[in-house]
């Protein structure tokens, strides 16, 4: 019987990694090592239970000794399968928890035409980030992150957003998990010129610029002045650096949607309120600099047709909208411990005429149409968004960051930034904006973030496309202290 059962056991591993091998096309392997290990092993056992066998009763201890030894060879087993799938898929985990302290003086009521100051105690939250990514073959990977960002015992935003799919995992929320980014990068084989298409939930947030008071190597394709939020979408990249001369050198183009009608609540392929979807365009060229190592300069262009006047409850098509842009960043500055960025943005906007009229209280409506009052004058805005940080040369303290960005946008400022990782999405505002933070690492793993922000806005209706901005005075002040932990 014993005879019997290690008979059965090594069948059976060899048909479970003849099984894993065929099934993933010699992907999954065990060495070779462990492999004669195991067999070394159930030889030695095969031996031992087939003295065993003649020994009778005094021999029981014996085979509870062996019995232990199958179990700690099944132990090796299941250790090479973990490592098999852990090897096609890599884990990350990232927890956030913030506490904000705001402050907002001299904030216009539009129904009442008061003025009023008013300030939170503190307002904390809890960012949680589940990273993975896998090399599926040569040439194809996929890449993705699944989150929860959340109030402390509060199921509201901290600012109201009309969004939604944009920023759901950028502004706070409930405790659901969603998707923030979920994409595959294939690298077309066999071309002339270098093509990669990049599918699905896009990298699209927190990019350059973006990455130095977040801590992070770059995050996002595209510089955050510009745009800054969750997307789904397909992006075509072709390598031009043979034929430039230019190090990472390439152009790409992207196809997108900030609204898309959902009709299949309503009637088959039909439409709830007649409306175009607001189709997304994009075009950049990026590359590094000469002679400034892992530099970047992206130049950008940005094409969206037909604006709706809200996502979240829309009445009507309101024209379209061009922006613009160049970043520049430069990394240990001529070998230094600076790090510098600036980038620059212009929009313009095409209203086709119409105009919704927007309540804002009892008996209270006013007309928007895009960037305008009545939707028929076409306007420009344009942003800059620099920062500097200077890294530390103090080893005690494990280089710690100092850091200040600036960032200023005209009456008519808009770009695509409701995912800004920011509660207040600064780089929308049109006025200025003042940033001092410090970073201080613990290790590879942890650090603390604090920092001061101020926001001075010099016209209303920041980070929105509708509406005839009005001027205001109003200041938004901010202190606030993290703890980032990634691994």
């Not at 995050?219 to 939020?229: I, M, R």
């Not at 992006?235 to 196809?255: D, I, P």
């Not at 309503?266 to 002679?291: I, Q």
């Not at 906007?349 to 007309?367: A, E, I, K, R």
Request: with cysteine.
């Amino acid at each position: 019987m014993k005879k019997n059962l290690i008979v059965i056991i090594l069948v059976l591993i060899t048909l479970l990694f003849s099984s894993f091998t065929f099934a993933a096309e010699k992907m999954v392997t065990i060495p070779a090592s462990v492999y004669n290990e195991i067999l070394n092993r159930l030889n030695d056992l095969q031996q031992k239970v087939d003295k065993l066998e003649k020994g009778g009763e005094k021999t029981r201890n014996k085979v509870k000794q062996v019995n232990n030894n199958i179990d700690d060879i099944y132990d090796t087993l299941d250790k090479v399968e973990t490592k098999t799938i852990k090897d096609r898929i890599n884990w990350g985990l990232e927890l956030r928890t913030r506490v904000d302290n705001f402050k907002v003086t001299d904030e216009l009521d539009p129904v009442t035409g008061k003025r009023d100051d008013h300030s939170s105690d503190n307002r904390w939250t809890s960012r949680f980030r589940l990273n993975m990514d896998s090399k599926i073959m040569k040439g194809l990977t996929f890449h993705g992150r699944l989150g929860v960002y959340k109030n402390w015992a509060n199921t509201q935003p901290a600012v109201i957003s009309a969004y939604g799919d944009p920023n759901a995992l950028h502004v706070p929320g409930d405790t659901s998990l969603r998707l923030d980014r979920a994409y595959m990068d294939w690298v077309i084989p066999k071309l002339p010129v270098p093509v990669a298409l990049t599918i699905g939930r896009q990298p699209s947030t927190e990019g350059p610029g973006a990455e130095f008071k977040e801590n992070e190597p770059r995050q996002s394709t595209y510089p955050a002045l510009l745009f800054d939020g969750e997307s789904d979408g397909i992006v075509a990249t072709f390598g031009l650096e043979r034929y430039l001369k230019l190090k990472n050198s390439g152009l790409r183009f992207a196809y997108g949607k900030g609204y898309q009608s959902n009709d299949d609540k309503t009637t088959y392929l039909g439409s709830r309120y007649g409306l175009d979807d607001l189709n997304v365009f994009g075009a950049f060229f990026e590359t590094e600099l000469p002679y400034l190592k892992d530099s970047l300069m992206v130049l950008s262009y940005v094409r969206g047709n037909d604006f709706v006047d809200s996502p979240v409850s829309p009445h009507d098509n309101l024209g379209d909208m061009d922006l613009m842009g160049v970043h520049i960043q430069t990394p240990h500055l001529l070998n230094s411990n600076f790090d510098l960025f600036f980038s620059y943005g212009f929009n313009k906007s095409h209203p086709n005429g119409d105009f919704v009229n927007v309540p804002l209280g009892p008996g209270v409506t006013v007309p928007m149409g895009l960037l305008s009052s009545d939707g028929q004058k076409s306007h420009t805005g344009w942003a800059v968004f620099t920062g500097l940080r200077y890294t530390m040369p103090v080893a005690l303290l494990n280089h710690p960051k100092l850091g200040f960005e600036f960032n200023h946008g005209s009456r008519y400022w808009f770009s695509f930034t409701q995912g800004s990782t920011e509660l207040y999405n600064k780089l929308s505002t049109r006025g200025n904006v003042y940033d001092f933070y410090y970073i201080q690492p613990f290790n590879k793993y942890l650090f603390l973030r604090t920092g001061y922000t101020m926001l001075r806005y010099n016209y209303s209706g920041s980070g929105w496309h509708i509406g005839q901005p009005m001027s205001v005075d109003q200041d938004l002040s901010d202190f606030y202290l993290l703890f980032n932990c990634k691994f």
